[in-house]
């Protein structure tokens, strides 16, 4: 069971990226899924989420710039990320789990991750 994350990279501050994320083996994005990031000297924190009825949550700071959305045939998440802003900088990472919802905030109620992808936004 995987999650692979692509589409990071190096961008200027109004940009936009588009993360990918492929889930393989036993993991399927039709549940829980969501996209979390972390900062360097930051914890982990939450940037979106989608359940198993399409219904997406954001962070405050990322809400009407980033939209979170899945491909359940193609089994891939992905996370739109427009007005990039220089504290968008960090290592992201996809996050699936088994229930269809709710799906919190809470990165320990994830049991597979991604290994990241670094995004990073200059000014």
């Known amino acids: 069971e995987q999650l692979v994350e692509s589409g990071g990279g190096s961008v200027q501050a109004g940009g936009s990226l588009r993360l990918s994320c492929a889930a393989s083996?036993?993991?399927?994005?039709?549940?829980?899924v969501g996209w979390f990031r972390q900062a360097p000297g930051k914890a982990r924190e939450r940037v979106a989420t989608m359940d198993g009825n399409l219904r997406s949550t954001y962070a405050d700071s990322v809400k009407g710039r980033f939209t979170i959305s899945k491909d359940i045939a193609k089994n891939t998440l992905y996370l739109q990320m427009n007005s990039l802003k220089p504290e968008a900088t960090a290592m992201y990472y996809c996050?699936?789990?088994?229930?269809?919802?709710?799906?919190?905030?809470?990165?320990?109620?994830?049991?597979?991750w991604g290994q990241g992808t670094q995004v990073t936004v200059s000014s």
């Open positions: 083996g036993y993991v399927r994005v039709r549940y829980c």
């Open positions: 996050a699936a789990d088994v229930r269809l919802g709710p799906c919190t905030s809470d990165e320990a109620d994830y049991r597979y």
